[in-house]
């Protein structure tokens, strides 16, 4: 039985809903016990968004505990730094290098964090953190939309589950016409080191 | 068959299989998506009402008709509605009615965090507490049950972790019921002083037989831990907790060995199952978010109990919630994980206003006004929010045209209007503006009409015309209803417009008579762009920052100086500028650049 717990974070408009539907039904379909919580009342409005998501033999709570994390994927550079303290000392973050700027560094004295701060935290919060260009890497594809499916895609490559059943989900979560980019953007997460 | 459901989904899926025939509901985060799952079955006829108060209304009627049905509503919802809660419960039902209660410890969304297992008790009424999608579907049908047997409304209390949560079900089918026959009986569904005081006795003797079914409820179940020939049966037995909902699940987690007195029906309260696992246990704990609503009860018993003096009385619970509380208390072993980075001062990202949005236009209007602005649930309750920070008060649904006259009345200096959206005003907006008409109170009411429901999420209602389906029904005209009120000073306006709107607005308020402006702005989501992007004119712009303050999710900070001034130039995101044109309104140097119109735009969703 593969037991995981899943943190998602992203910015409304990331699709960090999605992807976490895709990790809770690759645990229904490798037979653990799922459950998965979000917070997504005003995410339309571009606020932050969470997911947590929970592979077990029997899973009671539906938030992971902070500091039990073992994946924590991270959609946007000032999101990871926001939940990091969900990551379990030893756990892998993927972290995507995407930054979306609030509006608050626009008309106020806020600062977006720089790049090196927020991967030296990660790195001292992680034992393993992926660093992955996963907008470029989509962008490349033809389609910045499936971003997602390389972040799934290198995190795939971290856990015991084979391929198959992570590309089983995701194409019966995709459109017919975009089955094949997905899988492209899959791989292309999966077959590369990203560790840094 | 086996499939992952938030509690949402399950609910919707239970009414179904419990052949539910009509559900109503006003939209409210976390409830909303129960009626829009309900509204993909054909069998069960479903609607958005005007506010919750008319969906119960119409619910108890088409439980006294005789058919199955169910109301949705979050927390705050059930207060609009709890006129209709209380003489339904003196009148009881016929067929089965539910009324499904989403709380929101948090404030995830919502004004207050009320705790509403308080209204089981005061409208004297049964309240079940699912703590999974499972038990969320199961309970539906059983709530159903229960309202058929003993002739009461029955209420369902979810949390936003409840309906917002997906957990594995098992599906089963519709069983469809005959209808009761309805028996005209006024001594029972007429609520005159007469009738009702006849009925109180009945309402007191159903509760008492309710008591007793709750002993043997099947969601109120001991749990012995940890019987490991190991470590014995007595180290499961020296903590006993008491829990419903999603706190048993964090309890569970953070306390593997105890003892659990788990409750799926939380009012009325099993007493001899209480005293039982008391006696059993040698220290019992209750673990409940919000109000000590068990620990009370059974501190009423005589029972000894801890509780809020353990764990906190305000916000959402969380695992790590409890484990604090648990560690603090010498209960558990283990604090949580609480490691601390040197992050530096974060950016918040707090929901803003869409790129867009027409409701940006009002309030920068309001603010240049320097008026006081009393506003309302929805939207453009963002409109608070810096760098607008426009917003005076709010309180709840429909309050802002009562505060706004109660302000004029209450010797407020300068001028002040209400703002209220379309659906909103439809909700509770009439009854305070008849009133400012009946009273003559020299108040400006601006409806923002973006037709629809945005904040939980674009549904339809009198003012789109849109049922639950997307079919287009009948529009409610809101002018027209605004002037068979007997407003005389009305005005409409594209929001978009803004010397129009500022105009109006001060011709409303010098009128010094009841007005209204209707500010009409569809809102980005339901109706195409009808502009291509806007763009900065770099070696134009000066760093100004006009069009940072308006607050738009498109403009950002580029990474250009002004050569002067050494300020940031402005860059708009070509991907989320709708092309609304604000930035070029405000933009003093006039570095913006309009965008082109686009022939084909046209609204998607409704007709003009």
Redesign the interface.
């Known amino acids: 039985m593969v037991t995981a717990n899943f943190l998602l974070a992203g910015?409304?408009g990331q699709g960090t809903l999605l992807a976490s539907?895709i990790l809770?039904?690759i645990g229904?379909r490798i037979g653990a016990?799922?459950?998965?919580?979000?917070?997504?009342?005003?995410?339309?409005?571009?606020?932050?968004v969470t997911s947590h998501v929970r592979w077990g033999e029997h899973?009671?709570?539906?938030?992971?505990?902070?500091?039990?994390v073992d994946y924590f994927v991270a959609q946007e550079m000032?999101?990871a730094?926001?939940w990091?303290?969900f990551i379990?000392?030893g756990g892998t973050v993927l972290l995507s290098q995407q930054q979306i700027?609030?509006?608050?560094?626009?008309?106020?004295a806020?600062?977006?964090?720089g790049n090196d701060?927020v991967i030296s935290?990660v790195k001292?919060?992680a034992g393993t953190v992926l660093l992955i260009d996963a907008k470029k890497v989509a962008e490349e594809l033809g389609n910045p939309r499936v971003a997602n499916s390389v972040l799934l895609g290198a995190l795939s490559a971290q856990m015991d589950v084979s391929a198959d059943d992570w590309l089983a989900v995701i194409v019966s979560r995709v459109p017919q016409k975009h089955v094949e980019i997905n899988r492209q953007a899959f791989y292309a997460g999966r077959e590369r080191n990203w560790e840094i | 068959m086996k499939k992952l459901l938030s509690g949402n989904e399950a609910i919707a899926r239970g009414a179904w299989e419990a052949g539910v025939e009509v559900a109503a509901a006003y939209p409210g985060t976390p409830s909303t998506e129960i009626l829009e799952n309900v509204a993909n079955y054909p069998e069960i006829y479903s609607e958005w009402s005007t506010n919750e108060k008319v969906a119960l209304d119409i619910t108890i009627g088409a439980a006294y008709a005789g058919k199955r049905a169910m109301a949705t509503m979050k927390h705050v919802g059930l207060n609009v509605a709890s006129d209709s809660l209380f003489y339904a419960s003196y009148t009881g039902v016929n067929a089965g009615l539910v009324i499904v209660n989403a709380d929101d410890p948090g404030l995830h969304s919502s004004q207050n965090e009320q705790d509403n297992r308080h209204y089981a008790k005061f409208a004297k009424v049964p309240m079940l507490e699912p703590c999974d999608s499972q038990e969320a579907k199961d309970m539906l049908r059983l709530a159903l049950d229960l309202s058929e047997q003993f002739d009461t409304p029955v209420i369902l209390r979810t949390t936003t972790r409840t309906s917002h949560a997906k957990s594995i079900v098992e599906l089963g089918d519709r069983k469809a019921l005959p209808k009761r026959p309805y028996e005209k009986n006024p001594q029972k569904y007429v609520m005159i002083p007469g009738y009702a005081k006849r009925r109180h006795p009945v309402v007191e003797e159903r509760l008492t037989k309710l008591a007793e079914y709750a002993e043997t409820c099947p969601y109120n179940r001991i749990e012995i831990g940890d019987y490991s020939p190991r470590s014995g049966a007595e180290r499961g037995l020296s903590l006993g907790i008491v829990a419903s909902g999603p706190s048993y699940q964090y309890a569970r987690e953070v306390f593997p060995d105890a003892s659990f007195l788990k409750l799926g029906m939380v009012w009325p309260l099993p007493r001899k199952l209480i005293a039982e696992f008391a006696s059993r246990v040698r220290r019992l704990i209750v673990v409940e978010e919000l109000d000590p609503f068990f620990e009370e009860h059974i501190r009423m018993m005589g029972i000894p109990v801890e509780g809020k003096s353990l764990f906190p009385i305000v916000d959402e619970f969380s695992p790590e919630v409890v484990r604090r509380s648990a560690y603090a208390a010498g209960l558990v072993d283990r604090p949580p994980v609480e490691r601390a980075f040197d992050k530096g001062a974060l950016p918040l990202r707090p929901p803003v206003l869409c790129a867009g949005c027409g409701h940006r236009d009002v309030f920068w209007v309001l603010r240049k006004l320097k008026i006081t602005v009393n506003s309302d649930i929805g939207c453009y309750a963002l409109g608070v929010m810096p760098p607008l920070t426009a917003t005076d008060t709010i309180g709840c649904m429909g309050a802002s045209i009562g505060v706004a006259t109660g302000m004029r009345r209450g010797g407020l200096e300068g001028a002040n209007v209400a703002v209220i959206g379309d659906s909103t005003f439809f909700h509770s907006g009439m009854p305070p503006l008849a009133n400012a008409v009946y009273n003559h109170t020299p108040l400006t009411t601006i409806v923002v009409d973006n037709r629809t429901t945005g904040m939980t999420g674009h549904q339809g209602n009198p003012a789109s015309g849109l049922s639950i389906h997307r079919e287009m029904h009948t529009r409610v005209d809101i002018e027209a209803v605004v002037r068979a009120m007997g407003v005389e000073e009305v005005h409409t306006v594209e929001s978009r417009d803004l010397d129009e709107m500022e105009k109006v607005i001060k011709q409303a308020i010098q009128s010094n008579k009841p007005a209204v402006v209707i500010a009409k702005t569809p809102c980005v989501f339901v109706t195409s762009h009808p502009r291509e992007a806007y763009q900065v004119v770099t070696e134009d712009c000066n760093g100004c920052t006009m069009c940072f303050r308006i607050g738009c999710p498109a403009i950002y900070k580029s990474e250009v100086l002004d050569e002067k001034y050494k300020r940031p130039k402005a860059y708009i995101d070509p991907l989320a500028c709708v092309g609304c044109g604000l930035c070029f309104d405000v933009c003093a140097p006039q570095a913006i650049l309009e965008g082109a119109l686009k022939q084909e735009a046209t609204l998607t969703t409704h007709v003009a």
Do not use: F, N, W
Request: overall charge negative.
């Open positions: 910015v409304g539907d809770a039904d229904l016990d799922v459950k998965k919580s979000e917070v997504h009342g005003m995410s339309q409005r571009g606020g932050a899973v009671a709570s539906p938030l992971c505990e902070k500091g039990a000032l999101e730094l926001r990091i303290e379990r000392p700027v609030p509006t608050s560094t626009v008309y106020g806020d600062q977006y964090p701060h935290v001292q919060a």
